[in-house]
């Protein structure tokens, strides 16, 4: 039966990190495209004039449900279109396939919430740039600076400098292997450890639950707050609390970028959706 089990986890694993790393690897290369073909005008796009430009664009993207959002987010930042206080709070406002979930079980509430993310993530995008500033903190800037190769030309040329040098050297191995140990944890987790068994008689525990199963980079554990919410178990605030701190599958590629970057992303979502949640909690949702 163990053994069943496994080779079950093992094959789920292999095919969703497969799926996943394509994701990634194809919005990857159409923000490439992107910048290579207007030659930087979409980076002064979001980069020039108001800096609320790159918060709103940044959350909008977030919001949209699935993970695309997320993904496109993260190989924005890669290519260095928005600052890492944008990305956090475009990772605030998303909330990955869950989303699609939420809309068919109870759209109304799942509109609002994915309405008021939206908002919450410029805000917090702003916040998190100004904490950055303060703190002195460095992003990484491994890709930041893009190169446009004006004088080579050519898919040849592309092929060999953005897809295979940049792309595929630079990222999308380690987007596979963070995809995989990542998805492979949480399956046997799961299966053998009954991390989805919380109990329904403690709330408040299960807004905490909640906020640090949100730094999970995976999308079915923040499924059963989904269910319990559908069948009237837990407040509207650890719903609030899972979808504001988890990103879906958002944050694989963004790990295999910069751990460190992304340690100082999901620490302030922690800490925001926690204290936002509490609000919600004591206020009475």
Same mark, same amino acid.
């Given at each position: 039966?163990?053994?069943?089990d496994l080779a079950e986890i093992l094959q789920k694993v292999i095919f969703e990190t497969i799926k996943i790393?394509? &994701?990634?690897?194809?919005?990857?290369?159409?923000? $490439? @495209?992107?910048?290579?073909? /207007? #030659?930087? =005008?979409?980076?002064?796009?979001?980069?020039?004039?108001p800096a609320i430009k790159q918060y709103v664009t940044a959350s909008a993207i977030g919001?949209?449900?699935?993970?695309?959002?997320?993904?496109?987010?993260?190989?924005?930042?890669?290519?260095?279109?928005?600052?890492?206080?944008?990305?956090?709070?475009?990772?605030?406002?998303?909330?990955?396939?869950?989303?699609?979930?939420?809309?068919?079980?109870?759209?109304?509430?799942?509109?609002?919430?994915?309405?008021?993310?939206?908002? &919450?993530?410029?805000?917090?995008?702003?916040?998190? $740039? @100004?904490?950055?500033?303060? /703190? #002195?903190? =460095?992003?990484?800037?491994?890709?930041?600076?893009?190169?446009?190769?004006?004088?080579?030309?050519?898919?040849?040329?592309?092929?060999?400098?953005?897809?295979?040098?940049?792309?595929?050297?630079?990222?999308?191995?380690?987007?596979?292997?963070?995809?995989?140990?990542?998805?492979?944890?949480?399956?046997?987790?799961?299966?053998?450890?009954?991390?989805?068994?919380?109990?329904?008689?403690?709330?408040?525990?299960?807004?905490?639950?909640?906020?640090?199963?949100?730094?999970?980079?995976?999308?079915?554990?923040?499924?059963?707050?989904?269910?319990?919410?559908?069948?009237?178990?837990?407040?509207?605030?650890?719903?609030?609390?899972?979808?504001?701190?988890?990103?879906?599958?958002?944050?694989?590629?963004?790990?295999?970028?910069?751990?460190?970057?992304?340690?100082?992303?999901?620490?302030?979502?922690?800490?925001?959706?926690?204290?936002?949640?509490?609000?919600?909690?004591?206020?009475?949702?």
């Amino acid at each position: 039966m163990i053994i069943s089990d496994l080779a079950e986890i093992l094959q789920k694993v292999i095919f969703e990190t497969i799926k996943i790393t394509i &994701l990634v690897f194809m919005m990857m290369i159409v923000v $490439d @495209l992107l910048n290579v073909w /207007t #030659k930087g =005008k979409l980076n002064k796009f979001l980069r020039q004039g108001p800096a609320i430009k790159q918060y709103v664009t940044a959350s909008a993207i977030g919001a949209l449900p699935g993970c695309f959002g997320a993904f496109t987010n993260v190989s924005l930042y890669v290519h260095g279109l928005i600052t890492l206080g944008a990305l956090t709070g475009a990772m605030a406002a998303a909330s990955g396939d869950e989303a699609f979930v939420m809309l068919a079980l109870f759209p109304k509430t799942a509109v609002f919430l994915i309405i008021s993310l939206f908002f &919450l993530g410029i805000l917090i995008g702003w916040i998190a $740039d @100004l904490i950055i500033k303060k /703190t #002195k903190y =460095k992003p990484c800037i491994d890709c930041k600076e893009q190169k446009f190769h004006s004088g080579e030309r050519g898919f040849t040329h592309y092929l060999k400098e953005h897809i295979w040098k940049h792309i595929l050297k630079k990222h999308l191995w380690k987007t596979a292997i963070w995809t995989f140990a990542a998805m492979l944890f949480v399956e046997t987790g799961v299966t053998y450890f009954h991390l989805d068994t919380l109990s329904v008689h403690y709330p408040l525990a299960l807004l905490f639950i909640a906020a640090l199963m949100g730094l999970i980079p995976e999308s079915g554990p923040h499924m059963v707050f989904i269910s319990l919410y559908a069948s009237g178990l837990i407040p509207f605030s650890v719903l609030f609390t899972s979808a504001f701190v988890q990103d879906g599958h958002g944050m694989l590629p963004m790990l295999s970028y910069s751990v460190k970057d992304s340690l100082v992303l999901k620490t302030i979502n922690l800490a925001t959706g926690t204290s936002l949640g509490l609000i919600i909690y004591f206020i009475g949702f």
